[in-house]
C-alpha cells in the first residue's frame, strides 16, 4: 500500500479521535457559555460515541453493495455540515445534536477506511498498515488539544468546530482525486437485504466477537481517560487549558511509539502472539492508575504513569485486535468493519457516560472505570485465544 492511500486512510480514521480530542480543553468555556457544569457538556461527548456506534452499522453494508468511494464522500459531506451547525448552536441541546450528526457523517471515514485496508492486505499486512494509521491517528491526540487550547484562550470554543469543517472539506477533495475505488470488481457485491443476516453472522462468530471485544473494551478504558481527563487534568490539579494537550500529547507519543514497535514486530510473531500477550500490561496499568487514585495524591505526576502505560499498549492491542477481527472477512468486509467499530464504541459509550456518572470530585471514577475495562479485556483476550487454539486443533483433526 503506498504512502499517499495510507495518510488518507489515516486523515479518514483521525476523524474519531480529532473530533473528540480537539474539543476538549473548551469543556469549562462550553460549560460557561451555555450556564451549565462540566456534567452536562460531557453529554456532548456521549452522543458523538453513540452516533458513531449506529451510523457504522449503516455504512458497512452500503459500502459492501455499492463499493468504498460514494459512502464515504456522504459521509465527509455530512460531517462537514454538522460542524458548522456545532459551531453556531445556540443552545447545549443543539450541540448535543448537531454532535450526534457529526458523528453519523465522521464514522464512514472509520468503517470504510478498515475495510479498504481488508481489501488490499492479509492478517499480517493489515496489522502493519493499522500499525502505521496510529502513527497519523495518533499526531491528532497530541496536536489537537494543544491548537484546541490556544483557540479556545483566543478565538472562542466555536473556532474549534469551524477548522474541523475546514479539515473534513479538505479530506473529502483528497478522496474524490487520490482514493480509488478498492473493493475489487470480481468481488460480488452484498445486496442490502441481507445486512441483518451478515451482522448475525459475525455475532454468532465467537472468535470474530471475542477479538472486537478485546480492542473495544481497551478502547473504552481510553474514551474514560478521555472524558474524565479535562475534569482531573484542568479542573483537580490546576493545568491550564492551553497546557493540557503537552499532557495528552505525552499519552498520545507512548501510543504511536507502541504502535511502531508493533509494526516491527508483526515480522517475527503474528497479531495474535503480541495481543494476547499486551493486554496484561494494560491491566497492570488499570490496577495501578486505581491504587494511586486512592491514595488522592496531591501531585498529578503519580496518576500519569500508569496513564501512560494504559493508552501506550494500545498501540499494540488495537490494531492487532482489529486486524485478527477482520482477518477473513473477504466480501463481508464492510459489514465487519461496520459491527467492530459499532461494538467498539458502543462500549466506549458507556464507559464516558459511567464516568460522569460515578464524578465525585476526584479522579477515582476515571480510573475505576479504567481498571474494569483492563480486567475484562484479559479476559475477552484470554478466552479467544483459547477458542481459537481449540479451533485450529479441531480443522487440523479433520
Known amino acids: 500500500m503506498n504512502l499517499r492511500t495510507i495518510l488518507i486512510l489515516g486523515a479518514l480514521s483521525a476523524f474519531g479521535p480529532l473530533a473528540i480530542d ?96 481488508s481489501d488490499k492486505c492479509d492478517a499480517v499486512g493489515s496489522a502493519k498498515v493499522f500499525s502505521q494509521l496510529m502513527l497519523v491517528m495518533g499526531l ?17 470554543w466555536q473556532s474549534i468546530f469551524l477548522v474541523l469543517t475546514g479539515f473534513s472539506a479538505l479530506a473529502g477533495l483528497a478522496v474524490a482525486l487520490g482514493l480509488p475505488e ?27 466477537l471475542g477479538h472486537a471485544l478485546t480492542g473495544g473494551v481497551a478502547i473504552a478504558g481510553m474514551f474514560a481517560y478521555i472524558a474524565g481527563s479535562p475534569f482531573v487534568f484542568i479542573k483537580l490539579y490546576g493545568v491550564p487549558a492551553e497546557h493540557f494537550g503537552w499532557l495528552f500529547g505525552i499519552n498520545a507519543a507512548g501510543f504511536i511509539l507502541v504502535a511502531q514497535v508493533n509494526a516491527r514486530m508483526l515480522a517475527k510473531r503474528g497479531p495474535a502472539f503480541l495481543l494476547a500477550r499486551t493486554v496484561w500490561l494494560y491491566l497492570a496499568g488499570g490496577l495501578a492508575l486505581l491504587a494511586v487514585s486512592a491514595l488522592h495524591t496531591a501531585q498529578l505526576w503519580p496518576l500519569l504513569i500508569p496513564l501512560f502505560l494504559c493508552i501506550a499498549s494500545l498501540g499494540c492491542i488495537v490494531p492487532n485486535a482489529s486486524a485478527c477481527a477482520m482477518n477473513g472477512q ?69
Not at 459499532?342 to 464516568?355: D, I, M, R, Y
Open 140 to 156: 491528532a491526540p497530541i496536536l489537537a488539544p494543544m491548537l484546541g487550547g490556544l483557540l479556545v484562550n483566543t478565538t472562542g
Open 182 to 208: 478498492s473493493l475489487p470488481a470480481h468481488v460480488p457485491r452484498q445486496p442490502l437485504s441481507g445486512a441483518l443476516r451478515q451482522y448475525g453472522r459475525l455475532l454468532a462468530d465467537p472468535i470474530f
Open 22 to 117: 480537539f474539543y476538549l480543553p473548551a469543556f469549562p468555556a462550553m460549560a460557561l457559555a451555555f450556564g451549565t457544569d462540566e456534567k452536562h457538556v460531557q453529554l456532548t461527548l456521549a452522543a458523538y460515541f453513540l452516533g458513531l456506534s449506529i451510523g457504522q452499522l449503516a455504512y458497512g453494508p452500503v459500502a459492501d453493495r455499492f463499493g468504498r468511494r460514494i459512502p464515504l464522500l456522504t459521509g465527509l459531506g455530512l460531517f462537514t455540515a454538522a460542524s458548522l451547525a456545532c459551531a453556531y448552536a445556540p443552545t447545549l441541546e443543539w450541540l448535543i445534536g448537531a454532535r450526534f450528526v457529526q458523528a453519523l457523517g465522521g464514522c464512514a471515514g472509520m468503517v470504510i477506511s478498515r475495510a479498504v485496508v
Open 330 to 398: 473477504g466480501a463481508r468486509a464492510g459489514s465487519a468493519s461496520a459491527m467492530l467499530g459499532c461494538l467498539q464504541f458502543s462500549v466506549a459509550a458507556g464507559a464516558a457516560a459511567l464516568v460522569g456518572v460515578l464524578h465525585d470530585g476526584s479522579a477515582m471514577p476515571m480510573a475505576m472505570v479504567i481498571s474494569l475495562c483492563g480486567i475484562l479485556v484479559v479476559s475477552a483476550a484470554t478466552l479467544t485465544r483459547r477458542l481459537q487454539n481449540a479451533r485450529a486443533l479441531t480443522q487440523a483433526q479433520v
